[in-house]
Every structure is written in structure tokens, then in C-alpha cells.
Nanobody
Framework: QAQLVESGGGLVQPGGSLTLSCAAS????????MGWYRQAPGKQRELVTS???????NYADSVKGRFTASRDNAKNTVYLQMNSLKPEDTAVYYC????????????WGQGTQVTVSS
């Protein structure tokens, strides 16, 4: 049974940093595209970043230069290092895993709250 468990969210002051982790189990981690979405109250869900099986990454314009995604296939874990945090980064952050080869699969974590406030 596939499971994604996020951790690392919390309250941080503007300009601060947080690192989110997402530990996967029940999947062959290395063949999954991993990434993070976020959703703020009253706003649409936003794709923050995706990291391909080979490690290449894509970022939303709103986080480029501040956020860095990485994956450790040996630990079945994906990370999101968030620096220079802004109040507008406040959201629930969701980890996802997608397998783009048949059979297609998609899994989501339960979400972790990130609040940026003074």
C-alpha cells in the first residue's frame, strides 16, 4: 500500500527557512516523478516543483531562486528546501508521486502546514 508522509512544516518568520520532507513507502520510488503542490486558503492549488526520476527539477516562477527540491532514492524521500520565505508562501504543502509509465499511478500525502508570519 503506497503512502507518502510529509514532515517539516511549521511557523517561520519572513526571511526564514524550512525544509519539508516526504517519505514514501509501498512504491518503487525511483520510477516516480515526485513533487510538491501547495494550496493557500481561498486560492487554487499551485504546482510548486516537480523532480524527475533523473533528478531534473522544475519550479513555479513564484519560488524560483528560493526553493530547492531534491530526492534521495536510497531513502525513498524527497525534500523541499525553502529559503527567504514570504508571507505569500503560507499554505498547506502536499507531496505527490506520479508514475508516467503504464500502469499510471498517482499518490498524495496528507499535507503539512507552512505559515510565514512575524
Amino acid at each position: 500500500q503506497a503512502q507518502l508522509v510529509e514532515s517539516g512544516g511549521g511557523l517561520v518568520q519572513p526571511g526564514g527557512s524550512l525544509t519539508l520532507s516526504c517519505a514514501a513507502s509501498g512504491i518503487i520510488f525511483s520510477v516516480y516523478v515526485m513533487g510538491w503542490y501547495r494550496q493557500a486558503p481561498g486560492k487554487q492549488r499551485e504546482l510548486v516543483t516537480s523532480i524527475q526520476t533523473g533528478g531534473s527539477t522544475n519550479y513555479a516562477d513564484s519560488v524560483k531562486g528560493r526553493f530547492t527540491a531534491s530526492r534521495d532514492n536510497a531513502k525513498n524521500t524527497v525534500y523541499l528546501q525553502m529559503n527567504s520565505l514570504k508571507p505569500e508562501d503560507t499554505a498547506v504543502y502536499y507531496c505527490f508521486a506520479e508514475k508516467w509509465l503504464p500502469p499510471l499511478r498517482e499518490y498524495w500525502g496528507q499535507g503539512t502546514q507552512v505559515t510565514v508570519s512575524s
